[in-house]
């Protein structure tokens, strides 16, 4: 598979330029009115797919990676995921506890916690379970389902060191308890460390408050680390020298490993990647040039590097990544290629800056084994069928 270059690429956009035909003016109405909140376009289609578990309360809905531009993530299209359903807060009635191994114990009211000098960041989330049906080849036929339990926002909020700082955090202190206001009261045990420097207690996404999925009134929120420590509708943080092992920490996001261990608090996220189009599910008309594009992120900092291949993985070409680049965010990439109307096997793989190279499925059952749902990173191809079709591999 050949790719193409920027010169060609404009050619063949001139080309296709000078075929248009001017249409004639026709008669115009005059549009719908103004509105209080914006609505999009009656012909844009995208949604979330819904996955429910147990209960109607408890579940999953996947962002449609595939159907998004850039990296930013609307907030109507964020992916959930939820234990017992999404409670109604009143923010003026929330309240947030710190208290445990501190000097001050704080009540703060969400009033009191925006009054705080605050931040505004673009960072991605990512579910600890996002892709886990790869791990058995129970593989998903397209993006959203396979890929969807992440997303990248803007949040603002206040800096949870600012927060610790004020209550004097007790020497011995190592972990901290984030507890959310929903039915089950989520909780999950977050290790005092310099990443935690990144984390903020959240209010706003993309220049509004968060969405009641999304914890309204305060989220925890902890860039770079698995989903699950993110805890939404926050109401209290217990400072401590130990985890407490709680029910989401041991029984969920967990990994078995081969020798019968537990792998766990595997909380930065690795360097992942996967291709949005072309992509399982979609269909090229016809042989000619396209922009493969598609999304990579990482816990550990900066996306340095992503590549594609067209060969399996024999050979790996590097991609364009849109700049400007965050850390612990979605960095957009991009190739022009040329499609021939022959088979292809295509992937992704990511570089973070630590110098990490996103793996193989097999390489990370070799390391891990199979007895896992979570935290998989492996590289995702997809194969276009001479008609353009393009499906799952492992599906095909």
Same mark, same amino acid.
């Given at each position: 598979?050949?790719?193409?270059?920027?010169?060609?690429?404009?050619?063949?956009?001139?080309?296709?330029?000078?075929?248009?035909?001017?249409?004639?003016e026709?008669?115009?109405?005059?549009?719908?009115?103004?509105?209080?909140?914006?609505?999009?376009?009656?012909?844009?289609?995208?949604?979330?797919?819904?996955?429910?578990?147990?209960?109607?309360?408890?579940?999953?809905?996947?962002?449609?990676?595939?159907?998004?531009?850039?990296?930013?993530?609307?907030?109507?299209?964020?992916?959930?995921?939820?234990?017992?359903?999404?409670?109604?807060? %009143?923010?003026?009635?929330?309240?947030?506890?710190?208290?445990?191994?501190?000097?001050?114990?704080?009540?703060?009211?969400?009033?009191?916690?925006?009054?705080?000098?605050?931040?505004?960041?673009?960072?991605?989330?990512?579910?600890?379970?996002?892709?886990?049906?790869?791990?058995?080849?129970?593989n998903?036929?397209?993006?959203?389902?396979? !890929?969807?339990?992440?997303?990248?926002?803007?949040?603002?909020?206040?800096?949870?060191?600012? #927060?610790?700082?004020?209550?004097?955090?007790?020497?011995?202190?190592?972990?901290? #308890?984030?507890?959310?206001?929903?039915?089950?009261?989520?909780?999950?045990?977050?290790?005092?460390?310099?990443?935690?420097?990144?984390?903020?207690?959240?209010?706003?996404?993309?220049?509004?408050?968060?969405?009641?999925?999304? @914890?309204?009134?305060?989220?925890?929120?902890?860039?770079?680390?698995?989903?699950?420590?993110?805890?939404?509708?926050?109401?209290?943080?217990?400072v401590?020298?130990?985890?407490?092992?709680?029910?989401?920490?041991?029984?969920?996001?967990? %990994?078995?490993?081969? %020798?019968?261990?537990?792998?766990?608090?595997?909380?930065?996220?690795?360097?992942?990647?996967v291709?949005?189009?072309?992509?399982?599910?979609?269909k090229?008309?016809?042989? @000619?040039? !396209?922009?493969?594009?598609?999304?990579?992120?990482?816990?550990?900092?900066?996306?340095?590097?992503?590549?594609?291949?067209?060969?399996?993985?024999?050979?790996?070409?590097?991609?364009?990544?849109?700049e400007?680049?965050?850390?612990?965010?979605?960095?957009?990439?991009?190739?022009?290629?040329?499609?021939?109307?022959?088979?292809?096997?295509?992937?992704?793989?990511?570089?973070?800056?630590?110098?990490y190279?996103?793996?193989?499925?097999?390489?990370?059952?070799?390391?891990?084994?199979?007895?896992?749902?979570?935290?998989?990173?492996g590289?995702?191809?997809?194969?276009?069928?001479?008609?353009?079709?393009?499906?799952?591999?492992?599906?095909?």
């Amino acid at each position: 598979m050949k790719s193409t270059n920027r010169r060609e690429a404009l050619r063949i956009g001139a080309a296709l330029g000078g075929g248009l035909l001017a249409r004639a003016e026709e008669p115009r109405s005059l549009g719908t009115p103004l509105s209080g909140y914006g609505e999009r376009s009656r012909f844009v289609k995208s949604a979330r797919t819904t996955r429910v578990t147990k209960t109607p309360e408890a579940g999953s809905s996947a962002t449609p990676l595939a159907e998004t531009y850039g990296i930013i993530t609307p907030s109507s299209l964020h992916y959930e995921r939820h234990h017992a359903g999404i409670p109604d807060i %009143d923010p003026a009635q929330h309240r947030l506890v710190i208290h445990g191994m501190v000097e001050r114990p704080l009540t703060l009211t969400v009033e009191e916690i925006r009054r705080l000098p605050s931040v505004s960041r673009i960072h991605f989330l990512e579910c600890g379970g996002n892709s886990g049906g790869e791990w058995q080849t129970k593989n998903q036929p397209d993006v959203q389902r396979s !890929y969807g339990l992440a997303s990248c926002s803007e949040w603002t909020g206040v800096p949870l060191r600012l #927060i610790l700082d004020e209550v004097g955090v007790k020497p011995g202190a190592k972990w901290i #308890i984030a507890e959310g206001a929903d039915a089950c009261k989520m909780q999950r045990s977050v290790p005092i460390l310099p990443e935690l420097d990144h984390a903020m207690l959240a209010y706003g996404q993309n220049g509004e408050p968060l969405r009641p999925a999304q @914890g309204f009134p305060l989220r925890l929120l902890t860039p770079g680390w698995e989903g699950n420590t993110q805890v939404k509708w926050l109401q209290r943080l217990y400072v401590t020298d130990q985890p407490h092992m709680t029910r989401d920490e041991t029984s969920k996001y967990s %990994d078995l490993m081969p %020798d019968g261990k537990a792998r766990i608090f595997s909380l930065p996220l690795e360097a992942k990647s996967v291709v949005t189009f072309p992509s399982g599910g979609q269909k090229l008309p016809g042989p @000619g040039l !396209y922009e493969i594009t598609g999304l990579a992120w990482t816990g550990k900092g900066l996306v340095t590097k992503a590549e594609l291949t067209f060969d399996g993985g024999a050979t790996w070409t590097e991609a364009r990544i849109d700049e400007p680049r965050f850390p612990r965010a979605f960095a957009r990439f991009r190739l022009p290629w040329r499609f021939e109307g022959k088979p292809v096997t295509i992937a992704s793989r990511a570089t973070d800056e630590t110098g990490y190279v996103q793996p193989t499925r097999e390489q990370l059952i070799a390391a891990r084994g199979m007895n896992s749902g979570y935290h998989f990173n492996g590289i995702k191809f997809w194969r276009i069928g001479a008609d353009g079709s393009v499906t799952n591999v492992e599906t095909a």
